[in-house]
């Protein structure tokens, strides 16, 4: 009879018609995530290799993981690590990858952090973008790289981790991932549940669900099981009895003809197994003990130590001949889990413990033929809890080895659990529930690390320094998860500190208080805060104590507000100590804090190198998509754009998640108003649903919305839209967060522009100027009230507020040019785009004053600098300036047709836009007289009798086209008091 993996694949048509279409989308760069759920025994795994054979045929490179049944904790992992090493077995490829990242090194070698791995959360991060930057490497174009995870619904807490990671993050990688799971499997608490439902409404996802087969392919598959067609009377029992299982009903096809067919699978199964020679059974006991699958060698061992007859491998030929186990790359699997489980099932508790001991007694002779998992599961299972106790240990410190930080705390758990039974080995609990509780944080269990943190100090007796530090440990958890809670829990940790405790407890503790005030408002909080992290800092450096001094240093520096040198001097500083420490985190931290520092000084071109410097390490360490590798990303484009670089922004090496993208294309919007992207508005828009999320969108989306609306012409919008994100800011924010400098003083431009409109037709602007009194009076309150920590108003704030002084000024009718000259002024510090902004209003304020000459220097630096930038709404208007001005500015010419002279054509522009006549004097700057004028020039060179022929003619003869100003939106340009100027 042929065996199931060799009989020729029939039918699925349409399941293998959709992986090769997803494979086919991977070859050409649109990598698939593709979720296959089916019952068990209806035929994934035979799918998955046919398809896999398809596959490679065609030039592909096709690499499976299996997940095994190890309970909850398992292997961390394992299907990955699996699939990592025959990917690194077939090609040196990987091996860049693997030296760039040490971390993914670890999970082929098991080994510690040597080598540069760093065994912080940044490890984690680099692990998983080290496995993302190898499946990317592994396939091409040609070669496309398929990716097998089997049997999810076993799959280790980390591996559901890192598939999450990956569903989120592949972006033009030529893969395909493939997971299968077990639905009969998932019962409603099963923690593969809630991934799944996560991953399903990823674009990248796909769906697929495996029935059983239907008559006509049961037929046919019934005729490649027997190498014949098989009578419809004997499909259709089939049929009935299997229900379209493929396993089953092979099962069943192989029982043979003639005799009462089981109604049951574990009936055929006990059938096949009972056919069996007894020592060929008895060898299926021995490795259903150890589940789905068992190492060769560690079955052989213990076949050996229960003293069975019969020689192993000739047994084994047997077992694989009777379908009964296949031999895959060194382990010996059962044909199919369900036969594993109807075999290990059919025991008798007193036929398991017997082997339990012998696998016990084999792993603990020969600990590398299995894992400590292992040996802790078969010593519970043997009743020996010491040694339970002992392996649960040993096999957490290897989790914690390859990153794995939910498995590490699972065996720490169980060590705990086991203590409580057992006084052998002895165990410092108060030290396990530490480091369990150091676990549950770095794999997001907040809520579980601090209870196991409490129990920590609850456990601890006769060492007041240990409790202090614990506790202080305690208070880093608090932060996030009962920040109420967090600061009196710091303060009993110093007060329980005493006097005499070790350097590394001292400072340590002190670091962290300094730490958790930080995040505490009020000025005695950083008062105190800065006063521990000196003091920790100074032990740390006379200790020899990297880690702490990095993370004393970089809260320091947060607080030294009126000492951006020292503060940049200590960032560097602790940025190189926690790299000497290969704390990964700490060291990002830092870089990103010493280029908001220089940044908020003014130091624009120090900070946007520090960036380059410190994006190349995160990219090179793979944590270019980490907590501060994102906001270091972040920063970065926000400094390009503020010395003038409005370039779109290119994508970022390696992929993040679809909310991180979201977090740049938040930023990317500063330079696409400047540019004049059409869409701009619309795209800030679609931030609103992340208003209420964080505050950063409303901020950064709704005031470039308000720029952009007030620029097309919408000011009224500009304002509303101003409002909008002020109101929401104070209500969720502060009430003098320093951001609503800038939401002020766009607020007071578009109410500026409104006020301009109202007085040229002669409505009342008095509820506008009111209005924008009351938002100039918050701002300089800001000012003043939302100091960062009491430090001076930066030289960002300094501008925006002279700014907001301008506009306001411009509300009034005004229009200082010393005003302007401030402000433009104030943006010389490096903020290229703005200062141009507020140039060209310079100039205009001159010009309404009447120094032509000084006007005319201010607009040609204004529009030399937005032509350099290509800022073109802002060069559009300066040059538009230009030609109402009559002032001398390179490009200001604008080429008309011999008919009419430039100045009739900027007029006859302006009357089919339906101004007066006094609104044109002021528009361009001529007096009532003149432009009666020229309006009369133009109907005579026309030909024709009234403003409203003139506009027709011209519209059929494209002079309008020819003559139509350029505008930034808003309201025509007047002199002081709405007078005209000649």
């Known amino acids: 009879m042929p065996h199931l993996m060799s009989t020729p694949f029939v039918a699925r048509e349409a399941p293998v018609a959709r992986l090769l279409a997803a494979l086919g989308d991977a070859a050409r760069g649109q990598p698939t995530v593709v979720l296959l759920g089916a019952d068990a025994g209806v035929g994934k795994t035979r799918l998955l290799r046919h398809v896999g054979d398809l596959a490679t045929a065609t030039g592909a490179i096709a690499v499976t993981g299996n997940c095994v049944d190890l309970g909850e904790v398992g292997l961390p ?12 077995s077939t090609s040196t490829a990987l091996e860049p ?3 760039a990242r040490p971390a993914l090194a670890r999970l082929l070698t098991g080994a510690g952090a040597e080598g540069g791995a760093p065994a912080d959360d940044g490890g984690r991060h680099q692990l998983f973008d080290g496995v993302l930057a190898a499946l990317g490497t592994a396939g091409s174009a040609t070669h496309p790289l398929v990716l097998v995870i089997e049997d999810a619904q076993w799959a280790d807490s980390s591996t559901r981790d890192l598939l999450r990671f990956l569903a989120t993050r592949l972006r033009d990688e030529h893969t395909l991932v493939v997971v299968s799971y077990r639905t009969d499997d998932l019962h409603r608490r099963h923690p593969l549940r809630p991934l799944l439902a996560e991953l399903w409404r990823n674009p990248r996802v796909e769906r697929l669900e495996l029935p059983p087969f239907t008559g006509d392919e049961l037929r046919r598959f019934a005729a490649v099981v027997r190498g014949e067609p098989v009578p419809e009377e004997r499909v259709q029992e089939v049929m009935a009895r299997s229900e379209g299982n493929a396993y089953f009903a092979q099962e069943l096809l192989e029982a043979g003809a003639g005799a009462d067919l089981p109604w049951t699978l574990a009936e055929v199964l006990h059938a096949r197994l009972e056919r069996l020679d007894a020592q060929v059974l008895r060898l299926a006991r021995v490795a259903a003990v150890a589940g789905r699958r068992v190492g060769e060698g560690l079955l052989r061992a213990v076949w050996a130590a229960t003293g069975a007859e019969g020689a192993f491998d000739d047994l084994v030929r047997d077992a694989v001949a009777a379908h009964v186990l296949t031999d895959r790359a060194g382990w010996l699997e059962f044909r199919h889990a369900l036969l594993a489980e109807v075999v290990e099932a059919d025991m008798l508790p007193g036929e398991r413990l017997p082997l339990h001991r012998a696998y016990l007694q084999v792993l603990r002779s020969d600990p590398g033929l299995g894992s400590a998992a292992q040996l802790a599961e078969h010593a519970r299972q043997a009743g020996d809890l010491a040694t339970a106790a002992r392996a649960a240990a040993q096999a957490a410190d290897e989790a914690a080895a390859v990153l794995a930080p939910a498995e590490e705390l699972g065996h720490l758990e169980e060590v705990l659990r086991l203590a409580d039974l057992t006084d052998d080995p002895p165990v410092d609990r108060a030290a396990v529930a530490d480091r369990a509780a150091r676990a549950a944080h770095r794999c997001g269990r907040t809520d579980r690390a601090v209870a196991l943190g409490r129990a920590a100090i609850e456990l601890t007796t006769g060492s007041p320094a240990r409790r202090a530090r614990l506790r202080a440990q305690l208070a880093t958890y608090l932060i996030a998860a009962d920040p109420v809670a967090a600061p009196p829990e710091a303060d009993r940790a110093l007060a329980e500190l005493p006097a005499d405790a070790a350097p590394l407890d001292t400072a340590w503790t002190l670091a ?52 951006a040198d020292r503060a940049a001097q200590l960032l560097t500083t602790a ?55 994102l906001s270091q990303q972040f920063f970065d484009r926000l400094v390009r754009f503020v010395i003038g670089d409005l370039s779109p ?8 998640s679809a909310a991180q993208a979201r977090a740049l294309a938040l930023v990317d919007l500063y330079a696409a108003v400047a540019r004049g992207d059409e869409d701009v508005v619309e795209r800030a828009a679609g931030f609103d649903d992340l208003w209420e999320l964080d505050g950063q969108f409303a901020l950064i989306a709704g005031g470039v919305r308000a720029d952009a609306l007030t620029r097309a012409g919408r000011p009224q919008d500009g304002v509303d839209e101003a409002e909008r994100a002020l109101q929401h800011l104070w209500r969720t924010w502060d009430d003098y967060f320093l951001g609503g400098i800038w939401l002020v003083a766009l607020a007071l431009a578009a109410l500026a522009d409104l006020a301009a409109a109202g007085r040229a037709s002669g409505a009342d602007v008095s509820g506008a100027v009111e209005h924008g009194g009351r938002l100039l009076a918050r701002a300089r309150a800001t000012a003043e009230r939302g100091r960062p920590r009491g430090g001076p108003l930066g030289p960002e704030g300094v501008a925006w507020l002279a700014r907001a ?26 903020y290229r785009y703005e200062e141009a902004r507020s140039r060209r209003r310079w100039a205009q304020a001159l010009l309404e004053a009447g120094e032509r000459e000084a006007a005319q220097h201010q607009l040609r630096l204004a529009t030399q600098a937005a032509d350099l930038m290509g800022a073109r709404p802002l060069h559009a208007a300066c040059l538009d300036l230009a030609r109402r001005g009559r002032l001398d500015v390179p490009g200001a010419r604008r080429p008309t047709l011999d008919l009419l002279t430039a100045r009739e054509a900027e007029v006859l522009a302006l009357v089919a836009e339906g101004l007066s006549n006094r609104q044109i004097g002021e528009r361009l700057f001529i007096s009532l007289k003149t432009v009666s004028v020229h309006v009369s020039n133009v109907l005579a060179k026309l030909g024709v009798g009234s403003r409203t022929e003139a506009v027709a003619v011209a519209h059929r003869r494209g002079l309008l086209d020819a003559a139509a100003p350029a505008s930034m939106g808003g309201a025509p340009a007047r002199g002081p008091g709405g007078r005209a100027l000649a």
Not at 608 to 627: H, I, K, N, P, Y
């Open 649 to 656: 922004a290119g994508a970022a090496g390696g992929a993040g």
């Open 97 to 99: 990858v693997l030296d």
């Open 512 to 563: 962290t208080h300094a730490r958790v005030m930080l995040n505490v408002e009020g000025a005695d909080h950083d008062a105190v805060a800065e006063s521990n992290a000196r003091r920790a800092l100074e032990i740390a450096q006379a200790a020899d104590l990297p880690a702490v001094e990095a993370d004393a240093a970089a809260t320091l520096a947060v607080l030294m507000v009126d000492d």
């Open 77 to 88: 992992y394992l299907p990955f690590a699996e699939a990592m090493a025959e990917l690194a």
């Open 805 to 830: 002084v301008a506009e306001h000024g411009r509300l009034l009718g005004t229009d200082d040019p010393e005003l302007w000259r401030a402000a433009t002024e104030a943006f010389g510090y490096g």
């Open 575 to 629: 940025a190189r100590r926690a790299r000497d420490a290969g704390d990964l985190t700490t060291e990002q931290r830092c870089v990103y804090n010493l280029a908001t520092t220089h940044y908020y000084a003014g130091r624009l071109d120090v900070a946007a190198q520090t960036l380059v410097d410190g994006l190349a390490r995160a990219r090179s360490a793979g944590l270019l998509w980490s907590e501060f590798g």
